[in-house]
């Protein structure tokens, strides 16, 4: 049944002053969006977060970093991203939709802008050695060609499960030269790969820098993140004038595991009330199946990799394995900002299953001749539960493409 | 007085302290663990409360921990076991963990606990300093169990003036950046344990991760108040044969 859309009080102000509004989901100096965030660190880690979080700002906003970073974006990259009209799809669901096309950057997917930011990050701190984490395989290999491009020795931690499922990106790694190391502690997926970084990190604490993959982690990373993924909203404005003449949708849909293309397709909104936001995560096999990882549904507030967030945990605090038929979405936990914007209502937060998304990847391959990522087709997926209006504009971000989910797609959609 | 005050008060050198997991290897072993190292002559014991995604912690602790879970092991459980523990155990007994099962516990229902039980100090190493500070301080105090704060040879001087500033039990100085249970050069620890000799602290140091043996926790004495031990304790407790003669077999291969 279609959902009607109603914001909490809060998101419902008008004519607040804009710095005022700005502080609702600006990060803290300590790093907190509301009561969620901080820097949840052993004192092994200390000296290096609290290096990050003293030089972060004043590095990626120098004049020299951001030309740096800019002309890397547009000539590496590929960006900006055409926000294509969606013709059939509009047709379909009586709406003005857009697709952000954030599966044409190189690498397939909108990890990219975050680990090239990252790698210019590094090398301004003197770091010569780059660890990172990774679930389905995409963050590894974005950061493993960013070290290929800047010349840095490159350790990707990847679960010991996600290497067999995702075996064609544990190649791609290898090819680009980094050295992937199986995550085998816990359940050998996503969130064991990301205590297994952090561990390296603590054993070597001077020479590495840690690129994590999404708006998770200690202060400064979930800023951190979403400041070098906010390049998406930020073409979605400049690119919603020349098409709508209003830089401003109404709505703007985005996938969640850690929540890093949400993050970025909100950010230049996020003051804009009038902008709905809608954040899909995985429901798996459903949210009340076991099965799922719809942390914003079933989790609880707790400590997850240095964070403060809503997380998937059992009673007694032990942190509970999520499912998605996505690897990239299957993370116990959401980024800070995510569980603010949850709690606040300034975003709403939807799931889809896995029999969703495999539909709605098929039926975009089908109207518009793109496949899609596992990933971004639980955003897809909402499309048919939301009540537009027939002069609406959606924007849905297109955060990967399929090429990398093929083996699923032809056994369960029995192609 | 506090327990630990009191140990470091009578003794104040050469402090031995060892940690285990509870509810590991087998989920009724923490109390007879807890006896037998009371027996052969450790002067402290720390008893880790297992978690699924420890950070700080090296292979050897994190699948104590995965088999202590697997066990049943819990929080509540822990408390249970270590009701009536103070019949018989005298020495200081701390609890170390990750932060998040005591937040979903409680926190204050945790200290609540650990007095109640007679546990006299808590280690959480993901605890911030400043988080303690604003939040946590008062209602620790008032429990009257201390939070025991870790340093490294990174930690600024600055901070560790706040730290020693802020404990009330001891500082368990980190022999060098690592997770627990790595192989170290135990000459580059001396010069920081030599260092932390001469920093003229007000609470009493004992040293972490890496001491293993006679040699080690000798070395980490020299300069400091003690030393505790847990990854090389942990697999004593793994070895075969009988649990009680490892237990002080290792102990009498220390002290």
């Keep these: ?415 | 007085m506090n327990r630990i005050n009191h140990l470091f008060q009578q003794k104040g050198k050469d402090i031995l302290n060892i940690y285990y997991t509870a509810g590991f290897p087998q989920l009724n072993d923490t109390l007879t663990i807890l006896e037998n190292l009371q027996q052969s002559g450790a002067d402290m014991v720390e008893i880790g409360i297992p978690f699924s995604d420890s950070l700080a912690d090296g292979p050897v602790i994190q699948e104590s921990n995965q088999q202590a879970l697997k066990n049943g092991m819990s929080l509540h459980l822990l408390f249970h076991q270590l009701k009536d523990f103070r019949n018989v155990i005298h020495i200081p007994v701390i609890l170390m963990g990750s932060l998040n099962p005591v937040l979903q516990f409680g926190m204050e229902n945790f200290l609540i606990a650990c007095k109640n039980t007679g546990v006299d100090g808590v280690i959480l190493p993901d605890l911030p300093v400043s988080e303690y500070e604003n939040n946590y301080r008062q209602i620790f105090e008032s429990a009257g169990v201390h939070c025991i704060f870790l340093i490294t040879p990174e930690t600024s001087e600055e901070r560790l003036q706040k730290i020693d500033d802020l404990s009330t039990g001891f500082i368990y100085a980190v022999s060098s950046s690592s997770t627990t249970g790595k192989e170290k050069d135990i000459q580059k620890q001396s010069a920081y344990f030599q260092r932390l000799g001469n920093e003229k602290l007000k609470n009493p140091v004992l040293v972490g991760f890496g001491i293993k043996d006679k040699n080690t926790f000798e070395a980490a004495c020299q300069y400091t108040n003690g030393a505790v031990i847990g990854t090389a304790f942990i697999k004593a407790l793994q070895a075969a044969g009988d649990i009680e003669n490892n237990i002080h077999q290792f102990v009498n291969g220390i002290i």
């Excluded at chain 1, 960006?79 to 599966?103: G, Q």
């Excluded at chain 1, 809503?310 to 800070?336: F, H, K, N, R």
């Excluded at chain 1, 998304?357 to 909402?382: C, D, F, W, Y």
């Design chain 1, 1 to 415: 049944m279609p959902l009607e859309f109603k914001l909490n009080p809060s998101a419902q102000r008008k004519n607040t002053i804009d710095f005022l509004k700005a502080g609702l989901y600006k990060v803290s100096p300590l790093g907190y969006y509301g009561e969620f965030g901080g820097a949840f660190i052993p004192e092994m880690l200390y000296p290096n977060v609290e290096e990050l979080a003293e030089k972060y700002l004043d590095i990626i906003q120098d004049d020299g970093f951001q030309k740096e970073f800019q002309s890397l974006l547009h000539d590496y990259v590929g960006r900006p991203t055409p926000l294509y009209p969606a013709k059939r799809l509009s047709e379909k669901y009586k709406a003005h939709i857009y697709l952000k096309r954030e599966d044409l950057n190189h690498t397939g997917a909108h990890k990219i802008n975050n680990t090239v930011g990252q790698i210019l990050l590094a090398k301004r701190l003197g770091k010569t050695r780059i660890i990172a984490e990774t679930g389905a395989g995409q963050h590894g290999v974005a950061t493993a060609t960013v070290c290929a491009l800047m010349n840095l020795p490159c350790v990707v931690y990847m679960g010991e499960v996600d290497m067999q499922r995702q075996a064609p990106n544990v190649a791609r790694m290898r090819m680009l030269g980094a050295e992937v190391r199986p995550a085998m502690s816990g359940s050998k997926t996503l969130k064991d790969a990301t205590n297994e970084a952090i561990r390296d990190w603590i054993n070597n604490p001077s020479d590495t820098h840690y690129i994590i993959g999404s708006v998770v982690g200690p202060y400064p990373y979930p800023d951190m993140v979403a400041r070098f993924q906010s390049v998406i909203s930020e073409e979605m404005r400049k690119q919603l004038i020349e098409k709508e003449g209003n830089e401003l949708p109404d709505y703007v849909i985005a996938c969640v595991g850690g929540g890093s293309n949400a993050a970025g397709s909100f950010y230049h909104f996020l003051n804009n009330d009038e902008v709905k936001l809608i954040a899909v995560e995985a429901a798996g096999e459903g949210v009340a199946s076991g099965h799922t990882a719809a942390t914003t549904v079933v989790g609880k507030i707790g400590i997850i990799h240095g964070s403060k967030t809503m997380l998937m945990q059992t009673e007694d605090g032990q942190i509970e394995e999520a499912y998605s038929i996505s690897a990239g979405l299957d993370y116990p936990g959401v980024g800070p900002l995510h569980a603010h914007l949850f709690k606040t209502g300034r975003a709403q937060y939807l799931n889809a299953t896995d029999e969703e998304a495999l539909q709605a990847a098929l039926e975009l391959t089908r109207l518009e001749g793109i496949i899609p990522a596992l990933e971004s087709a639980h955003a897809l997926a909402k499309l048919k539960d939301i009540a537009f209006k027939p002069d609406d504009v959606v924007v849905v971000c297109l955060s990967g493409r399929g090429d990398k989910d093929m083996e699923t797609y032809i056994k369960r959609l029995e192609i």
